[in-house]
């Protein structure tokens, strides 16, 4: 799994676009970069992943640099419910057997503001 | 996606004894993981257990203190051994979409050694 770098914390006004920051200089060329959130008391939530292309769908964008070393995903409005830790990952490329799970860093605690 | 059911949600325990949690899915999947998460902190991988072999732990757990077992591919139970107050974390089943390329969680269980 490549290394990933994300603050510690981070505000944000509700109705704004949360933007989350990842670095993830040593990522491969095969690794995908993933997004999960974890609401207080519950199990990881996929927000979404992509690889080189930037993504969408219903509950964020993910826009990846093009040398691939860093990606930010983006809430475009945020509401009080987005408040969780996020945490992006870059684990290898599945290759059945073995331990594939994913490594969770510390990630970015978002507090979104009223 | 998979649904997850974890049972117990919570548990309040003594020292010494043993814990088994259940995690029943609602699809058939290969890759069920099991994680640990220590109050505060972030996620740990336990053991990644395949239903037929033997399940596969990561540096620092041990099958006598995490007994697994996989005996369908809906099923799996987590038994935490010999229970003592550095056990009382979260533990959290997950399973691997191969279609979608993702992982989905449980809701956890909160487990408090006194």
């Known amino acids: 799994d490549a290394k990933t770098t994300q603050p510690t914390s981070m505000d944000c006004a509700e109705g704004r676009a949360a933007n989350l920051p990842c670095n993830h200089s040593?990522?491969?060329?095969?690794?995908?970069v993933y997004w999960y959130r974890q609401i207080h008391s519950q199990g990881p939530q996929y927000i979404i992943h992509?690889?080189?292309n930037n993504e969408t769908n219903e509950m964020a964008s993910l826009i990846i640099t093009e040398d691939r070393k860093s990606s930010t995903l983006i809430l475009p409005h945020a509401t009080l419910r987005d408040t969780a830790v996020y945490y992006c990952?870059?684990?290898?490329?599945?290759?059945?057997?073995?331990?594939?799970?994913?490594?969770f860093g510390k990630g970015t605690h978002l507090i979104i503001q009223p | 996606s998979a649904v997850i059911s974890q049972k117990p949600s919570r548990d309040i325990c003594q020292r010494g004894t043993s814990l088994t949690i259940q995690c029943q899915v609602d699809?058939?999947?290969?890759?069920m993981f099991w994680y640990r998460q220590q109050p505060g902190q972030s996620l740990t991988l336990i053991a990644t257990?395949?239903?037929?072999?033997?399940?596969?732990?990561e540096s620092g757990f041990v099958i006598d203190k995490f007994p697994i077992s996989r005996p369908n591919l809906t099923f799996s139970t987590l038994t935490v051994s010999n229970m003592s107050p550095e056990d009382s974390s979260i533990y959290l089943c997950?399973?691997?979409?191969?279609?979608?390329?993702?992982?989905?969680f449980g809701s956890g269980t909160q487990l408090s050694v006194l």
């Open positions: 699809s058939q999947v290969t890759m």
């Open positions: 992509g690889l080189k």
């Open positions: 040593t990522i491969s060329g095969n690794e995908y």
């Open positions: 990952i870059a684990p290898g490329p599945y290759s059945g057997g073995g331990a594939d799970g994913l490594t």
């Open positions: 997950s399973v691997r979409d191969e279609v979608l390329e993702k992982l989905f």
């Open positions: 257990a395949n239903q037929g072999s033997e399940a596969t732990y």
